[in-house]
């Protein structure tokens, strides 16, 4: 148990007591209030806008900003990732991997093997929840091709650098810690599953961040990633579906227009161990 003693005006000590133990809920819990808090700014953005929109019949209609760039959406992956990356290079931000990783193994948690089935759990319950009448933001071709596309992204940034930073696992099974996949896979699913359901419905659209949150504390749980290697999975996750809704319009020319007689699936699948996405295109 760590302590402080302050010195107060009346020349007493004041002793404040501080639990590492509740460090790594205080940090987690700190990211994703930062991630809801910025996630609802937009939100009410786009709400005001739409409510202009029905107060004002003569004005003609607005353009669709769904597919457009937009350089705020880029403020929290580029956080993430920037932590990630300069912890590579810092002790000092080393040393938080060094006492989280301490703090876990201290209460001896049970490795479980949920983290490989929840980082798609929010693009699942995208795809039933349209199943079941409950609309999102796009019909099943085009949010197939801007998921697919998603996962596409991250996987050509994150395999990549594992193999270029080469960071040891916590376990030392491998070198291929920095960023975590899973996480990756995960935040790119739960910002698929906002960005399919933010206007219609706020709370359902966050829901999806719970899956990855919590994929990402089991990595670390289960030993095989650094906090550091989290943060940046969730950054490049995010930043992979953003860039897929920019890319949307371009892809959609490419692959014909809304054609009505093809069909386009792209759905992920976990099997042995081994991770990937199936595309079917129907002509």
């Given at each position: 148990m760590n302590s402080i003693v302050i010195k107060t005006t009346s020349s007493q000590n004041l002793k404040v007591n501080f639990n590492p133990k509740s460090q790594m809920k205080i940090l987690f819990t700190s990211l994703?209030?930062?991630?809801?808090?910025?996630?609802?700014?937009?939100?009410?953005?786009?709400?005001?806008?739409?409510?202009?929109?029905?107060?004002?019949?003569?004005i003609p209609k607005l353009e669709d900003k769904t597919h457009q760039f937009n350089y705020k959406k880029l403020i929290?992956?580029?956080?993430?990732?920037?932590?990630g990356v300069a912890t590579l290079k810092i002790d000092g931000l080393k040393q938080l991997n060094f006492s989280t990783r301490n703090e876990i193994n201290e209460h001896k948690p049970d490795h479980?093997?949920?983290?490989?089935?929840?980082?798609?759990?929010?693009?699942?319950?995208?795809?039933?929840?349209?199943?079941?009448?409950?609309?999102?933001?796009?019909?099943?071709?085009?949010?197939?091709?801007i998921?697919?596309?998603?996962?596409?992204?991250?996987s050509a940034i994150m395999l990549p650098l594992k193999h270029i930073t080469k960071e040891e696992r916590p376990?030392?099974?491998?070198?291929?810690?920095?960023?975590?996949?899973?996480?990756?896979?995960?935040f790119?699913?739960?910002?698929?599953?906002?960005?399919?359901?933010?206007?219609?419905?706020?709370?359902?659209?966050?829901?999806?961040?719970?899956?990855?949150?919590?994929?990402g504390v089991y990595r670390m749980l289960n030993d095989k990633h650094w906090f550091s290697d989290v943060v940046a999975g969730a950054g490049f996750g995010i930043l992979s579906t953003e860039m897929a809704y920019w890319l949307y319009p371009k892809i959609n020319q490419l692959l014909g227009g809304k054609n009505q007689h093809s069909q386009t699936m792209v759905m992920p699948f976990y099997q042995n161990k081994n991770v990937g996405i199936g595309l079917v295109k129907n002509f």
């Open positions: 994703l209030f930062i991630l809801l808090s910025v996630q609802n700014v937009f939100a009410q953005d786009s709400l005001t806008i739409n409510k202009e929109r029905d107060s004002i019949v003569s929290i992956p580029a956080v993430f990732i920037s932590y479980i093997r949920l983290d490989n089935y929840t980082l798609f759990a929010p693009a699942v319950l995208v795809y039933g929840l349209n199943a079941f009448g409950v609309q999102g933001k796009h019909n099943l071709r085009d949010r197939s091709i998921y697919g596309t998603s996962l596409l992204l991250a376990d030392q099974s491998n070198n291929l810690s920095f960023p975590s996949g899973h996480t990756t896979f995960a790119a699913s739960a910002q698929f599953m906002y960005r399919e359901y933010k206007d219609s419905n706020f709370l359902l659209g966050i829901s999806g961040y719970s899956f990855a949150v919590f994929t």
